[in-house]
C-alpha cells in the first residue's frame, strides 16, 4: 500500500479474511482525538498482541460456557469503549473472543501501547520513537484469564487469518514476529502480555495459515473447469485452497497445485450449508463464488 488506507480497504480486508464471525463496533471508522498513524505510508507497521486477563475461563474446550461468544460481550464492551478514559475510546482496534469471534473497534489510532520502546530491540528497525507506539501499531486484545498459556484453538485461528489479511492490506512483507510483538516486548517492565512466547505465536500461524495465495480467480475461467472436471488449473487450484482455508473439506487437505481437481465433495459440503435446496450440489453458483472469495465463508 503506497498509500493510507481506507474504511472501506480495511473491512474489505477483515472480511475477505476467512473468520467466520465478525462484528463491527458502531463508530469504527472514527478518528479520536485527531490521532494519525505515523508509520510507512501514514499506515500501521505491526499489530500488538494483548490479553484482556478478565475472561471467565481458562478451559479451551469450544463447548465451555465461557468460551461462547455471548459470553465476552461485557470483555467486548469495555474494550470498545474504555471507561477510564475520558471521554472514553477503544482501548485496541480489535478484541477476540474466546469463540474465535472478532470485534471490530476502529481502524484508526486508539490508546493500547502505552509507556515502552523498541530501542535495542529486534524491533528497533520499526524506527518507533519511545512511548509513541500507539501511533505506529495496532493492537488487539484476546480474551484469556491471563494466567497460563490459555488461548482457544478459535483464537489462534482467527489470530492466524487475521495476521495474513492486515499484511496483505498493509504490505507488511510477512507475518514473522517482527510485525506481530507482544505487549511486553514494547514494555517488559510493566507487561506480561501475552504469556505465549514468539515461537508458539509462529507455529500457530503456520498451523492456521490460509493456503490460497490472496488471488481470486476469473469466474469464466472456474466455471470451464466445473464443466470438465479433468482440469487442473490453477482456478480449480484457488478454489480448493480457499473451501480449505474457510473450513471445508477433510481436516489436513492441502490441494495440490495443477493436480487437484473439480472439488467435488467438498462442493456438496459447501452447498448443503448454503444451498440446501440445489439440484446438483457439486457445482458452484455465482453466489457461493462472492461469498466463498470476497466475504471468506
Ligand atoms: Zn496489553
Same mark, same amino acid.
Given at each position: 500500500?503506497?498509500k493510507?488506507? &481506507?474504511?472501506?480497504q480495511?473491512?474489505?480486508?477483515?472480511? =475477505?479474511? /476467512? !473468520? %467466520?464471525? $465478525?462484528?463491527y463496533?458502531s463508530?469504527?471508522?472514527?478518528?479520536?482525538?485527531?490521532?494519525?498513524?505515523?508509520?510507512?505510508?501514514?499506515?500501521?507497521?505491526?499489530?500488538?498482541?494483548?490479553?484482556?486477563?478478565?475472561?471467565?475461563?481458562?478451559?479451551?474446550?469450544?463447548?465451555?460456557k465461557?468460551n461462547q461468544?455471548s459470553?465476552?460481550?461485557?470483555?467486548?464492551?469495555?474494550v470498545?469503549?474504555?471507561?477510564?478514559?475520558?471521554?472514553?475510546?477503544?482501548?485496541?482496534?480489535?478484541?477476540?473472543?474466546?469463540?474465535?469471534?472478532?470485534?471490530?473497534?476502529?481502524?484508526?489510532?486508539?490508546?493500547?501501547?502505552?509507556?515502552?520502546?523498541?530501542k535495542?530491540?529486534?524491533?528497533?528497525?520499526? &524506527?518507533?520513537?519511545?512511548?509513541?507506539?500507539?501511533?505506529y =501499531?495496532? /493492537? !488487539? %486484545?484476546? $480474551?484469556?484469564?491471563?494466567?497460563?498459556?490459555?488461548?482457544?484453538?478459535?483464537?489462534?485461528?482467527?489470530?492466524?487469518?487475521?495476521?495474513?489479511?492486515l499484511?496483505?492490506?498493509?504490505?507488511?512483507?510477512?507475518?514473522?514476529?517482527?510485525?506481530?510483538?507482544?505487549?511486553?516486548?514494547?514494555?517488559?517492565?510493566?507487561?506480561?502480555?501475552?504469556?505465549a512466547?514468539?515461537?508458539?505465536?509462529?507455529k500457530?500461524?503456520?498451523?492456521?495459515?490460509?493456503?490460497?495465495?490472496?488471488?481470486?480467480?476469473?469466474?469464466?475461467?472456474?466455471?470451464?473447469?466445473?464443466?470438465?472436471?479433468?482440469?487442473a488449473?490453477?482456478?480449480?487450484?484457488?478454489?480448493?485452497?480457499?473451501l480449505?482455508?474457510?473450513?471445508?473439506?477433510?481436516?489436513?487437505?492441502?490441494?495440490?497445485?495443477?493436480?487437484?481437481?473439480w472439488? $467435488?465433495?467438498?462442493?456438496?459440503?459447501?452447498?448443503?450449508?448454503?444451498?440446501?435446496?440445489?439440484?446438483?450440489?457439486?457445482?458452484?453458483?455465482?453466489?457461493a463464488?462472492?461469498?466463498?472469495?470476497?466475504?471468506?465463508?
Open positions: 500500500m503506497s493510507s488506507v &481506507s474504511a472501506d480495511f473491512k474489505k480486508a477483515i472480511d =475477505g479474511a /476467512g !473468520i %467466520e464471525s $465478525v462484528k463496533w463508530g469504527w471508522k472514527n478518528e479520536w482525538r485527531g490521532m494519525k498513524w505515523k508509520g510507512k505510508n501514514n499506515n500501521p507497521q505491526f499489530l500488538v498482541l494483548h490479553h484482556t486477563a478478565g475472561a471467565s475461563t481458562d478451559s479451551t474446550d469450544p463447548k465451555h465461557g461468544t459470553a465476552d460481550e461485557g470483555q467486548a464492551k469495555f470498545n469503549r474504555h471507561p477510564s478514559f475520558d471521554p472514553s475510546l477503544p482501548a485496541s482496534q480489535f478484541t477476540l473472543r474466546r469463540s474465535g469471534h472478532l470485534d471490530v473497534n476502529t481502524f484508526n489510532v486508539c490508546y493500547h501501547a502505552g509507556e515502552g520502546s523498541f535495542g530491540t529486534e524491533w528497533s528497525g520499526h &524506527s518507533v520513537p519511545d512511548n509513541a507506539g500507539n501511533s =501499531g495496532l /493492537g !488487539i %486484545e484476546i $480474551v484469556s484469564k491471563g494466567q497460563k498459556d490459555d488461548l482457544t484453538e478459535a483464537q489462534w485461528q482467527t489470530l492466524a487469518r487475521l495476521a495474513v489479511a499484511k496483505d492490506l498493509y504490505g507488511w512483507k510477512d507475518t514473522s514476529t517482527y510485525y506481530f510483538p507482544r505487549h511486553k516486548d514494547w514494555a517488559p517492565k510493566r507487561k506480561v502480555d501475552i504469556k512466547s514468539n515461537s508458539k505465536v509462529q500457530k500461524f503456520t498451523e492456521y495459515a490460509g493456503q490460497w495465495d490472496g488471488h481470486t480467480p476469473d469466474y469464466d475461467v472456474l466455471k470451464k473447469a466445473d464443466e470438465d472436471r479433468t482440469l488449473s490453477k482456478a480449480v487450484w484457488r478454489l480448493a485452497c480457499r480449505a482455508d474457510i473450513g471445508y473439506g477433510s481436516k489436513n487437505w492441502k490441494p495440490e497445485l495443477y493436480v487437484q481437481t472439488p $467435488v465433495k467438498t462442493m456438496i459440503e459447501y452447498n448443503e450449508r448454503w444451498a440446501p435446496d440445489m439440484e446438483d450440489k457439486s457445482v458452484l453458483g455465482p453466489k463464488f462472492t461469498r466463498i472469495f470476497e466475504e471468506g465463508k
